[in-house]
């Protein structure tokens, strides 16, 4: 199974345009389009009844409080931990694309109220919910400190799945469907993008390991 992008290559710079938060010379970010990036896939193993895609950020700061603090750089070695921007399931097994822009992208103060997800899909909480006063479900794109000496990567992970519908109800966390789905999978690839709003990193691609990125289960 192969998941692509017409928006980036495997290790390359995700767009401004997908990202929660962009540069700004002057104030150093300022609010970007949000929009989610072109995926398409194929190779779906034989018995595939939905699909589940997840992005994730592996490299977030475990300690917020550094984030963003002039003359005072994130290093390299501060400890890191997943954090949550998307996740999508019950997908069903003949769709093998997502739109730039199908999910919702609008920017909203308080967070969006389970919106309905495309393709008859559902969605699970992402992790701008965490910090803010309401719930945030579909996708919501980059947005790492700027004084962050490390490019972030965001690791978007499809699962092929082996029943049509994830036995998750309520508002499901992040875990809570992590934990739901990997009895079921049939098969994984991963596509990672890379983004950063410190200016005095160059954004070349990298080499990234497809095993072991995928979210903890």
């Not at 559902?122 to 579909?138: A, V």
């Not at 499809?158 to 739901?180: S, W």
Request: charged fraction near 20%; hydrophobic fraction near 35%; glycine fraction near 8%.
């Amino acid at each position: 199974m192969k998941l692509s992008s017409t928006l980036f290559t495997h290790g390359g710079q995700l767009p401004a345009d997908c990202a929660f938060c962009c540069f700004d010379p002057i104030r150093r970010t300022r609010l970007s389009s949000n929009l989610n990036p072109q995926l398409s896939w194929s190779g779906a193993p034989q018995g595939t009844y939905s699909f589940a895609l997840i992005c994730h950020d592996p490299d977030a700061p475990s300690c917020s409080e550094e984030a963003n603090r002039e003359g005072r750089p994130l290093p390299a070695a501060v400890p890191r931990v997943d954090f949550f921007h998307w996740l999508v399931f019950d997908l069903p097994a003949g769709l093998s694309e997502i739109r730039k822009g199908e999910c919702p992208s609008q920017v909203v103060a308080h967070g969006q109220a389970a919106p309905p997800a495309p393709h008859g899909a559902r969605y699970g909480l992402n992790d701008f919910t965490e910090g803010t006063s309401g719930d945030h479900y579909g996708y919501d794109g980059p947005c790492p400190p700027w004084n962050d000496d490390i490019p972030h990567r965001y690791c978007f992970t499809l699962y092929a799945l082996d029943l049509e519908h994830l036995p998750v109800t309520g508002r499901p966390e992040p875990a809570a469907v992590i934990r739901a789905l990997h009895p079921h999978v049939l098969a994984e690839t991963q596509i990672v993008g890379l983004y950063s709003l410190n200016p005095a990193l160059r954004l070349a691609p990298i080499s990234v390991g497809i095993e072991g990125r995928s979210p903890a289960k």
